[in-house]
């Protein structure tokens, strides 16, 4: 069957994401919408930024593990050096840990891979309608977390972290070294340690072999087995 050739008011959306099976399995579903395109593909930081430079979307789907770099770094960058483009978080991690940070480095929206092809393509629609996208579960608590500065009700004890050092944290649950992660951070070795002394005291941890094992848990909990 041939395909229609899509008018000129269709909405492009370049697909940010690590694995190219995601990609393209988000790409399926957003080019048999009549009013949806794909503009294109990264999978990290730089080769997002280098797209929306060369093609200027109008909106871009974000995932927050990348290659070699993290998708919140890169929202926030995204919405400094574009305002008007419109972002929106597609992730597998924990809602309760991300969702709020992703509003807050400029995301219109999170939704959850495991939510299925129709939900995604709802998040993407209120999104681009000019509303904010959460789960029904995460809603109130996002009203509740930036209106009274309380954490959700079940939330994730990482939710007490920074971003930098939730970004550490998952990468200590991965089993990266220091040096690794002192370079996917592009931070010195001294401040990973610095970082993950803040972690232990924060969770109530002892030794870094305590973070990765909590990491680890958190990861694989999550469905992000390292």
């Given amino acids: ?4 050739e899509k008018g000129s008011d269709v909405t492009r959306l370049l697909i ?3 694995h190219p099976l ?3 399995g988000i790409k399926a579903l957003i080019t048999m919408e009549d009013d949806l395109d794909v503009s294109g593909e990264a999978e990290d930081h730089r080769e997002a930024l280098d797209a929306i430079a060369q093609d200027m979307p109008d909106m871009v789907l974000v ?3 990348l290659k070699n770099s993290n ?5 926030k960058e995204i919405t400094q050096t574009y305002p008007d483009l419109t972002t929106l978080a597609v992730s597998m991690h924990d809602e ?6 992703c509003l807050k480095a400029g995301a219109k929206g999170y939704i959850m891979k495991q939510e299925g092809t129709e939900k995604i393509l709802e998040a993407i629609r209120t999104v681009l309608d000019g509303k904010t996208y959460l789960s029904s579960m995460m809603t ?3 009203v509740d977390q930036l209106g009274a500065g309380k954490s959700p009700a079940g939330a994730s ?4 972290l920074s971003n930098r050092e939730l970004e550490l944290f998952q990468l200590t649950g991965q089993g990266k070294e220091i040096s690794e992660i002192a370079e996917i951070m592009n931070i010195s070795p001294r401040t990973v340690e610095v970082h993950r002394s803040h972690i232990k005291k924060k969770l109530g941890l002892r030794t870094s072999t305590d973070i990765f094992q909590m990491a680890y848990e958190w990861l694989r909990s999550s469905g992000m087995q390292p």
């Fill in 1 to 4: 069957m041939l395909q229609m």
């Fill in 16 to 18: 940010v994401d690590d």
């Fill in 22 to 24: 995601v990609r393209s």
């Fill in 63 to 65: 995932d927050i593990s």
């Fill in 71 to 75: 998708g919140l770094n890169l929202l």
């Fill in 96 to 101: 309760y840990a991300y969702a709020i940070r």
């Fill in 140 to 142: 109130q608590a996002a």
């Fill in 157 to 160: 004890p990482v939710e007490a």
